[in-house]
């Protein structure tokens, strides 16, 4: 959904051309609808670099569902993490001057020093609570200088309102992870405890946990704008990055 795009406007860096490589046809629609001069790719696997021009920034977020902690997943060489090797490839064989790439935090220790290996950095730990009020630990490799994170607000106490007259509340003061499941088996969002009840989070407020402006995702069904944010990018974490 060009949470990358997202930033870049956001910090006033000027985009001369943006490529995608993305299949799901919703995100595609939600990163038209705001980005329509956003030129589509497609499938990863089938881009031949050498129909690129000059690409100086290259960036990414390879599927994570064989890497991720709540799975028994085969890392990097897993059926849907295995895209990570076509990330790679097609970096390397574009004329870049910065990269990106995000994952979760792998489960095993030896599969985050592969990933170091190949794509030649060391993968930086950012949480994106240091941000908004969301717990996701990700990490990041990139040859962009990325400056002091922030110190972790303390988020105790109100929670959200937006558009509604109650205020949500839980434990930790953060929500959980996002995740693309969100919308579906009747879950439809993130469960917050509110007022000795359980409610549960607006796409607006799904938006806002990822440093979306409102109604960004809007256009689709509800399931399908839980399922890109769950998939995209903390907003606030990638422009920290960028200004590097």
């Known amino acids: 959904m060009s949470c990358g795009n997202i930033a870049l406007d956001e ?4 985009v001369d051309a943006y490529y995608a490589s993305e299949i799901d046809q919703f995100a595609n629609k939600i990163t038209s609808k705001n980005y329509p001069n956003t030129i589509h790719l497609g499938d990863i696997t089938k881009i031949v670099a050498g129909d690129l021009p000059k690409i100086d920034l290259f960036i990414g977020g390879s599927p994570c569902q064989d890497l991720s902690v709540l799975k028994d997943g085969k ?10 090797h076509d990330f790679v490839k097609l970096m390397k064989s574009v004329n870049h001057r910065y990269f990106l790439l995000e994952n979760v935090v792998p489960r095993k220790q030896e599969w985050k020093e592969e990933i170091d290996r190949i794509v030649g950095v060391e993968g ?4 994106s609570d240091l941000f908004v009020q969301q717990n996701r630990p990700r990490i990041y490799w990139t040859n962009i200088p990325i400056s002091d994170l ?3 607000p303390n988020w105790q106490g109100d929670y959200y309102q937006y558009r509604r007259t109650y205020y949500r509340k839980n434990k930790s003061g953060v929500c959980p992870c996002l995740t693309a499941n ?4 009747g879950g439809h969002n ?8 359980s409610d549960k989070l ?13 109604d960004y995702t809007s256009g689709v069904s509800n399931a399908q704008r839980y399922k890109m944010l769950g998939n995209g990018w903390t907003v606030p974490v990638i422009k920290h990055i960028f200004r590097g």
């Open 75 to 84: 890392g990097i060489d897993g059926e849907k993490s295995k895209l990570f």
């Open 11 to 14: 910090l006033g860096i000027k």
């Open 182 to 185: 969100m919308g579906t088996g």
């Open 124 to 127: 930086v730990f950012i949480n």
């Open 190 to 197: 993130v469960p917050i405890k509110s007022e000795n009840k």
């Open 202 to 214: 607006t796409p607006i407020e799904v938006e806002a946990l990822q440093g979306v402006k409102a």
């Open 150 to 152: 922030p110190i972790r």
